[in-house]
């Protein structure tokens, strides 16, 4: 039987398959995906064709939404923020219901010098979940806060006494340093950012492993005398962080180095700038956390990994509502989780629960990864239609309609078949055929 001439398909006279009156390429269409089966065992022409769209990468130095969404599959519109403000309100129950067994159990824990103490370990912790939460939203999440933190603690422990100016000035330096040299690598190799900041959190470890006993803090600066200041300049920046990340453009803007497609595409020279600017950041937050931490604790300063450190501002950032993948956050997010995992850290020491700082850790990110698909699922813009999906298409590309079909593809549906001769036909009960 004759299936290389169906009746469901004839050529024109330059060879093209034809679907009524015009070519499947004048259609607007490539090529189907079934049209070359079968070529010597029988064939047909599928009903499905596949968009002649081409994924591409957006400019570098293009519009700032294309910095961040990919231009075919991208998310148009705003963010739902709803799913935020539901999480922070359980956010606040929770850190008011701890604040409340720490008042019935431990009242001296929220007045005079309890209090004071309190605000400075949650400044610290903030400064770590603010270093943290800005690489992220960066999209070149820093592993080094924690080792670095623990680093600067030993240093501004072994140099006090020589003040705090004096003390912490070379730290500064080179934490700067050190988060230049990880932008070096981030943006000159195109890395990914959790490598390189492993790298430099190793190199912090090794200064760490240079003490084989805990260390007395030397000097005698007290930061409970400034709780209030520090504990509300890091609710300031959290809060006008959060309000800053609402904002599309700017939102779009930080975390331009996120690919959109290859990751290893470059983004362009603002994404360069913009992690440089950010990892440094982050560096001199973990710095001066470092100093926090030694200066408002009542012993030693113990040698360890510091990793832990990294663990409890990652977790702290996640359950705040800050997405694992760095595009959508809350307002008040951070300034919540780490009042309430301040808040469970003092209270479980007081109760000698003696967990460590790493299991802590280790539940709250995976803790952060469940608050991460809540908002990933219910904070993404809602669905605007077809034309959503296709408003940022390449030129030239045919936007789908869901109410009629196209007018120069009414023809592909007709019911007449083509005329055919009358002696081409062959008659597949004839016996004479089958001797």
């Not at 079968?38 to 400019?59: K, M, N, W």
């Not at 007290?222 to 700017?250: C, H, K, Q, S």
């Not at 950010?278 to 200066?295: E, K, N, P």
């Not at 959503?388 to 019911?415: F, I, K, N, V």
Request: without cysteine.
């Amino acid at each position: 039987m004759a299936y290389d001439e169906s009746i469901y398909r004839r050529r024109g006279d330059d060879g093209a398959e034809r679907v009524g009156d015009g070519t499947l390429d004048d259609l607007g269409y490539g090529e189907s995906r079934y049209r070359d089966e079968g070529r010597h065992g029988g064939s047909f022409v599928a009903d499905v064709y596949e968009p002649a769209t081409e994924r591409t990468e957006p400019q570098p130095d293009g519009p700032v939404d294309d910095g961040y969404d990919d231009p075919i599959d991208g998310d148009g519109g705003r963010d739902r923020l709803a799913v935020h403000l539901i999480w922070e309100v359980v956010l606040l129950l929770g850190a008011g219901a701890l604040a409340y067994l720490m008042y019935r159990d431990y009242p001296g824990e929220l007045r005079g010098a309890g209090l004071n103490h309190l605000l400075v370990a949650g400044t610290a912790l903030g400064l770590l979940a603010l270093g943290a939460g800005l690489t992220l939203r960066a999209g070149v999440p820093n592993l080094a806060i924690g080792p670095v933190a623990l680093a600067s603690a030993l240093h501004f422990a072994e140099n006090g006494d020589r003040g705090v100016i004096e003390a912490m000035a070379p730290a500064t330096v080179t934490v700067a340093l050190l988060g230049l040299a990880v932008a070096a690598l981030v943006v000159g190799l195109h890395v990914p950012s959790w490598a390189a900041s492993l790298a430099a959190a190793l190199g912090a470890i090794v200064f760490i492993q240079q003490r084989v006993a805990p260390v007395q803090v030397q000097g005698d600066y007290d930061p409970t005398g400034e709780a209030w200041y520090l504990a509300g300049g890091f609710a300031a920046l959290a809060v006008l962080g959060g309000l800053l990340g609402t904002i599309r453009t700017l939102r779009r803007t930080v975390g331009r180095f996120r690919p959109v497609g290859d990751p290893a595409v470059r983004r362009g020279a603002l994404a360069g700038v913009v992690v440089a600017l950010t990892l440094v950041v982050s560096m001199i937050f973990a710095m001066l956390a470092g100093v926090l931490i030694a200066a408002n604790g009542t012993g030693p300063v113990r040698p360890t990994s510091g990793l832990e450190w990294t663990g409890l501002a990652l977790g702290a950032v996640l359950v705040a509502g800050t997405s694992a993948f760095g595009r959508r956050g809350g307002v008040l997010g951070t300034l919540l989780s780490v009042s309430l995992l301040t808040l469970f850290i003092t209270y479980a020491d007081r109760r000698e629960w003696h967990i460590a700082l790493a299991a802590i850790a280790a539940v709250v990110v995976a803790g952060g990864l469940l608050v991460t698909r809540l908002v990933e699922s219910y904070g993404r813009p809602r669905p605007g239609g077809p034309d959503d999906l296709w408003r940022r298409a390449p030129a030239g590309t045919p936007a789908p309609s869901w109410e009629s079909p196209r007018s120069d593809r009414a023809d592909s549906w007709s019911s007449s078949l083509p005329a055919q001769r009358a002696e081409s036909r062959v008659d597949p009960w004839d016996p004479d055929r089958w001797r």
